[in-house]
């Protein structure tokens, strides 16, 4: 498992070419310095990855289009089997194909210091993956629940202070968190 | 049922006055001009009602506190047992006592007019409740998801346009959208 945060678009190139065997998932970051400066550089890279993330507006700019959906569907044409489309304080977007999953995030009383709050979501969504073993896109979702809880965690505090005195019952019980957040029963007739 | 605009909170509650047996279900929405200018009168509104909907720069301003958790802890105790924050395209928020639910927006290709959304998902909402008799939290969920995909046809087209020639069927097709865009399946070992 490969992610690659936002580097030069040729960084990230160069560090997929030292791989021997191609890893089992090549996920990147980007940003809006990479979409204005490097834009031929940015397509070849995104061309070689099964996965991006990128914020909203990041995303409406490297697609040219306001709509998320429509941004979505033109940054997949560029390479990425998958895309996450962070929404920061409402939530990730995953889409695959015609897919589309949504995951909130969680309506906290106090945000301390926003700041690690996406690494620490592509930590802990890679994480689950790699622990899993399965990049599918049904255990894509689980892995997006278990990133927003890492990055729930966070915010909370300054810096690491918070990851780094975590429990697995506290990653388990803020998992929870998020199933009550969305679960409701429905079969339609 | 009875659902009150936000008409003048003196309006309100005369209208609750003329009821000789009181509805299963008081639902009432507002605005900052009356949080702002009859903010007592207001009050006393909110202390005779169920459910109050409200959009998320009106519940900050109601409350006094921009953590939406705390805002929504603080409305509750002024008397509506449930209480739905509408985050406009970033969906809804549902609160009672304790629990949290959170049901997203759809994200649309195209929203071409939103005018009437907020009213159309208070229909659907409480159409939803009238045809199912039930006012559980639980319900309300359901009541949610329905309220949101009626909103969703309203801003595909102008005015009442969409909703005009709506069937059964393409309401039934949008709540499975809903659905699908949030459901996974994570059992907590």
């Given at each position: 498992y490969l992610v690659l945060g936002s580097l030069s678009p040729l960084l990230q190139q160069k560090i997929i070419s030292l791989f021997k065997k191609r890893p089992l998932l090549i996920a990147m970051d980007t940003q809006n310095?990479?979409?204005?400066?490097?834009?031929?550089e940015l397509k070849k890279t995104l061309?070689?990855?099964?996965?991006?993330?990128?914020?909203?507006?990041?995303?409406?700019?490297l697609?040219?289009?306001?709509?998320?959906?429509?941004?979505?569907?033109?940054?997949?044409?560029?390479?990425?089997?998958?895309?996450?489309i962070n929404k920061g304080k409402h939530g990730h977007l995953l889409f695959y194909k015609k897919k589309v999953f949504f995951a909130p995030a969680?309506?906290?009383?106090?945000i301390f210091d926003?700041?690690?709050?996406?690494?620490?979501?592509?930590?802990?969504?890679?994480?689950?993956?790699?622990?899993?073993?399965?990049?599918?896109?049904?255990?894509?979702?689980?892995?997006?629940?278990?990133g927003s809880a890492m990055a729930s965690f966070c915010v909370e505090k300054f810096g690491t202070e918070r990851i780094q005195r975590l429990s697995q019952d506290e990653i388990m019980q803020r998992v929870q968190e998020f199933v009550d957040l969305?679960?409701?029963?429905?079969?339609l007739d």
């Open positions: 310095y990479w979409i204005s400066h490097m834009p031929d061309s070689m990855v099964d996965l991006l993330t990128i914020n909203d507006e990041e995303a409406r700019h697609a040219g289009e306001f709509s998320l959906q429509k941004a979505a569907r033109k940054i997949m044409r560029m390479g990425p089997a998958f895309l996450i969680l309506p906290l009383e106090e926003p700041t690690g709050a996406g690494d620490t979501f592509a930590g802990g969504f890679a994480g689950y993956l790699a622990k899993t073993g399965d990049i599918s896109f049904d255990n894509m979702k689980r892995a997006i629940i278990f969305v679960q409701f029963d429905y079969i």
